[in-house]
């Protein structure tokens, strides 16, 4: 089964809150932040939806307005003008470093989280895809050319967008807690309890129970933690932050799973809703220190 991205921005449903121009934004925006996340320089968050705050003039801003296009899960974004596709496609999976890449294409059904792939030889485990992106074809080709899928990780139930069609395209091994329903969507691998589980020997699954009752991270070689809804960087505070509003299991079981990630070295936050951060193993800990106290200040 093929489903291919469809750009639907309808230009009558063009927002207001638009500069005059090129891109836009229309109303079927669910304000995943996706697009100012992507390309801060071009869109921007207004209140409860996105709108483009400056056109792109460079080539550089173009393809970067083309990359939140192709990633918008809704097609909520828009051209008045005629811009090959290929720009924003060709980007991704966009390498952040070493061999792992964000993939773009975000689902609907995830609120436009974002995922993300590790490339590794056939011999280390082969490539591992953390939660699902949109099952697009022009996404799915490229992945293909790089490996395939070998593993997919699945942080929480919220993010599984379309693992099932992933696992019937790439007969990878799906991996998900029980407590998230792993069973029930006929995951093969199914994590219990809250004991960290080796599942490669340079990948760890932390149970982070919080956001969801079933909710784990994911940590590569003690550098790349893949934190789902369970952490994420604010660009706003400037600090490591979670999500009180959608601590959907519990805050304070949220905020004791914050205090194990204490435990373990990290480089790089990459989380399925909220900012990227990337800084050194010890500036994190700071951050992560001040993110905890924070979380029992308002527990
Ligand atoms: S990526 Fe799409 S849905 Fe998400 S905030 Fe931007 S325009 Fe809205």
Known sequence: MWLTIVVVANLQQRLPENVPGDF???STCIDCDTCSQLAPGIFRDHGDQCSVHHQPETAAETERAMMALVSCPTGSIGTSQHHDAHIGIDAFPLLLQDNVYFCGFTAESSFGAWSYLITRPASEGGNVLIDSPRFASQLIRRIEAMGGVSRMLLTHKDDVADHELFRERFNCRRLMHADDGAT??????????????????????????????????????????????????????QMLTAFRSVAWYSWAEQTRSMEKLLNYEFEWVLPGHGDIQHASARIMRDHLERCISWMKMIN
């Open 24 to 26: 836009f934004v229309d």
């Open 184 to 237: 029930r969507l006929g995951v093969e691998q199914v994590i219990h309890d809250e004991e960290p589980v080796q599942v490669d020997d340079d990948l760890l699954v932390i149970p982070t129970p919080g956001h969801t009752r079933g909710h784990v991270v994911f940590l590569y070689r003690r550098k790349f933690l893949f934190t789902g809804d369970h952490l994420a960087w604010s660009p706003a505070k």
